[in-house]
């Protein structure tokens, strides 16, 4: 029983320390405001989704001609065919008919390249040499990390600026951070629509690819005390 109200006695105490301590945050004046701040970008990785097809029974060096030309052609390019050029998948289906029965076979690659007039380049070598099942897959920003922890910094300043702003204006001055959430990280991927292909001039000779910027968008609460 001694023990029972011993523990009672201590937990009684640990929930008024608890309420004592709320009570005092909740007595400090504090601003809360929000803050947000966003990035644009150019993407540096550009993913180029590449389909081989062929039809066994007709010719069954088909994909391995094509394969070879296209390889050939992204090196004439300086793409690094090893690093840069990939198998995604490989596969054949059967299909069947009333007078025929074929084995379709495909091949699908992955192309990386760092710029828009590169990708420009690619598509325009492939289908130099009759391959156009090719599209751009996605964009990506190998400093994209960097990208987050920047926009999130300039969100949390954007937030003590709005606090320091509102506070002057009564006279007052915003003090110490005393509570800080991250509320929302928002990115922007890349959209089709904004995918165009333009003819060069006369001296590249060569398409080139605009893209969209990318963005990354962060949004942050804050409190400060008012002094």
Not at 25 to 31: A, G, H, R, S, V
Not at 184 to 212: C, S, T
Not at 214 to 223: F, W
Request: proline share 1%; net charge neutral.
């Amino acid at each position: 029983m001694k023990q029972i109200l011993t523990a009672l006695a201590f937990f009684f105490s640990l929930t008024a320390f608890a309420q004592m301590g709320e009570k005092n945050f909740i007595d400090k004046n504090y601003i809360e405001v929000t803050g947000k701040a966003e990035m644009e970008f150019t993407p540096d990785k550009i993913f180029i989704q590449v389909l081989l097809t062929e039809k066994d029974s007709k010719n069954k060096n088909a994909i391995l001609e094509q394969e070879k030309q296209m390889l050939q052609k992204l090196q004439s390019l300086g793409i690094d065919i090893k690093k840069d050029v990939m198998i995604k998948d490989l596969a054949s289906n059967l299909k069947t008919g009333f007078l025929s029965k074929d084995v379709l076979l495909s091949k699908q690659y992955q192309v990386i390249v760092h710029d828009g007039k590169t990708a420009g380049q690619v598509f325009l070598a492939l289908e130099e040499i009759g391959i156009s099942n090719a599209s751009i897959e996605k964009l990506e920003s190998s400093k994209i990390e960097e990208y987050r922890q920047q926009v999130k910094i300039k969100a949390i300043k954007a937030a003590k600026d709005k606090a320091a702003l509102l506070c002057e204006s009564i006279g007052q001055k915003a003090g110490k951070a005393l509570y800080i959430q991250e509320q929302q990280i928002f990115e922007r991927p890349y959209a089709m629509a904004n995918v165009m292909m333009k003819q060069a001039d006369a001296v590249g000779g060569a398409a080139d690819l605009n893209f969209e910027n990318l963005k990354v968008e962060a949004t942050v609460m804050c409190r400060f005390e008012i002094l």
